[in-house]
């Protein structure tokens, strides 16, 4: 069974600060995607960021990066220097290959940016 | 281009009517999929449709909940004998599905309480 856990119900900072979000998943499947969703107060979930299980490279996005690490089984996202319009829920997400696309979705963590 | 569209953007609706909730997917986006998302959850797969037919059905929680695309494009998602408990946020998302699996892009979804 596919399974993703975000352990991190609400984290609240402090503007300029940088946050963490940890994502672990299981599967036992050896080919599936990974990937992060934010979802602002108007509640549209936007996309960040898709990762397949071959690759590991961590990758950067401006303010935004992430790591994935297979022996750990974990995606974590971290924002840099974070503002108040990072405030959103995050949903971390697995998607099995072979599957026709269902996105399961850890409970996400909402990030509270205080100015 | 136009995102996904939902409507209607919200839905109150007495303990044991019918409803239906609309979702107008990406222009030549072939896939499409609902999901429904509880309070303080993350979204949970309800059904998948690739063109007119439905691929897998395996989320709908009982037999009161049906979809249907009959054009392969459009969706609705009809609930029947609503209970208090499909209170919840009704979202629809599309994807393209020449190639592997790539992002889904999410509708602003429907918020759908049943007094």
């Known amino acids: 069974a596919q399974k993703v856990t975000q352990a991190q119900t609400e984290i609240s900072v402090v503007e300029k600060e940088d946050v963490t979000l940890d994502c672990v998943y299981e599967?036992?499947?050896?080919?599936?995607?990974l990937f992060w969703y934010k979802q602002p107060p108007s509640g549209e979930l936007v996309f960040l960021i898709r990762r397949n299980s071959f690759d590991e490279q961590n990758e950067i996005s401006g303010r935004y990066s992430w790591n994935f690490q297979k022996s750990t089984s974990s995606f974590n996202f971290t924002i840099t220097a974070s503002q108040v319009v990072d405030s959103a829920v995050y949903f971390c997400a697995l998607v099995r290959e072979g599957s026709q696309g269902n996105l399961i979705f850890g409970k996400g963590t909402k990030l509270s940016v205080k100015p | 281009g136009a995102g996904v569209s939902q409507t209607p953007s919200n839905k109150v609706t007495e303990k044991g009517k019918y409803v239906e909730l609309r979702c107008d997917p990406i222009s030549g986006h072939t896939a499409l999929y609902w999901y429904r998302q509880s309070l303080g959850q993350g979204p949970e797969f309800l059904i998948y449709?690739?063109?007119?037919?439905?691929?897998?059905d395996s989320g709908l929680p009982n037999d009161r909940f049906f979809a249907v695309r009959p054009e392969g494009s459009v969706s609705t998602l009809k609930i029947q004998r609503t209970e208090r408990g499909d209170s919840a946020v009704y979202l629809c998302?599309?994807?393209?599905?020449?190639?592997?699996?790539?992002?889904?892009?999410f509708g602003p979804g429907t918020r759908l309480t049943v007094t």
């Open positions: 998302a599309s994807r393209y599905a020449g190639t592997a699996i790539y992002e889904q892009y």
């Open positions: 449709f690739q063109g007119t037919g439905a691929a897998d």
């Open positions: 599967t036992r499947d050896t080919t599936y995607y």
